[in-house]
């Protein structure tokens, strides 16, 4: 797979080695790479036209309109660790991609962020924002894909499912994981597939089609 990180945070970039890492030596296909804005130079350079790139961050749960993460901690109150945030927009997300290199033929770009295809009252979903802001300035044939649910990695991370609605983060455990798996439904949580298939052929559907799970796709 090749992500891009957005914004520099610890644990999305072990998220993404440890995605990679899994299908690079199980049935994954390559090309293979993280990419991190600020990290050096057009990190995204390396990416070609006809690839996928997947964007992974953090959805916020209180607005459709940013993406973030936990940038550092500081000393709060009483002596109490304090998280500082980084949100960033769909206007300077896109800018960030064109900065960091990436072509402008651009044809796929995946939001890896939860709630990313999901509206909020009479506001777009960040995916639509992105693709929005994209044809307006350097990516004029991409396709912008959000998932209307929260994002959750199964633990072998061979399996990608979504769970809850804006502001939850239901985590599966690993007997309703199973269930899912081999029997069938489990309340709040949609199943994407087989087993034993992985994360990157689950989410490369040249047809945006094949995705079994909650999904919204910007022409």
């Avoid at 309703?176 to 994360?199: A, C, M, R, W, Y």
Wanted: proline share 3%; net charge positive; with cysteine.
């Amino acid at each position: 797979m090749l992500i891009y990180l957005p914004i520099d945070a610890t644990d999305l970039r072990e998220h993404a080695i440890r995605w990679n890492d899994t299908m690079k030596y199980g049935t994954g296909s390559g090309p293979f790479a993280v990419m991190i804005h600020g990290a050096e130079n057009a990190p995204l350079a390396q990416v070609k036209a006809d690839d996928v790139l997947f964007i992974l961050c953090h959805g916020r749960s209180s607005t459709p309109n940013q993406i973030g993460a936990i940038v550092s901690e500081t000393k709060g109150a009483f002596g109490r660790k304090k998280r500082v945030y980084e949100f960033i927009d769909a206007v300077q997300l896109v800018q960030r991609l064109h900065d960091d290199g990436l072509t402008g033929d651009i044809k796929d770009i995946r939001l890896i962020v939860c709630w990313s295809g999901l509206a909020m009252k009479n506001q777009v979903c960040f995916a639509g924002q992105v693709s929005s802001a994209a044809k307006a300035n350097y990516f004029k044939n991409v396709i912008v894909t959000g998932y209307t649910a929260a994002v959750q990695m199964t633990p072998s991370t061979q399996n990608f499912i979504l769970g809850g609605g804006r502001g939850s983060h239901a985590t599966i455990s690993p007997e309703q994981l199973s269930n899912l798996i081999h029997k069938g439904p489990v309340k709040g949580f949609t199943n994407i597939g087989d087993e034993n298939q992985s994360l990157f052929e689950l989410l490369k559907a040249n047809d945006h089609k094949s995705m079994g799970f909650g999904k919204t796709v910007w022409l």
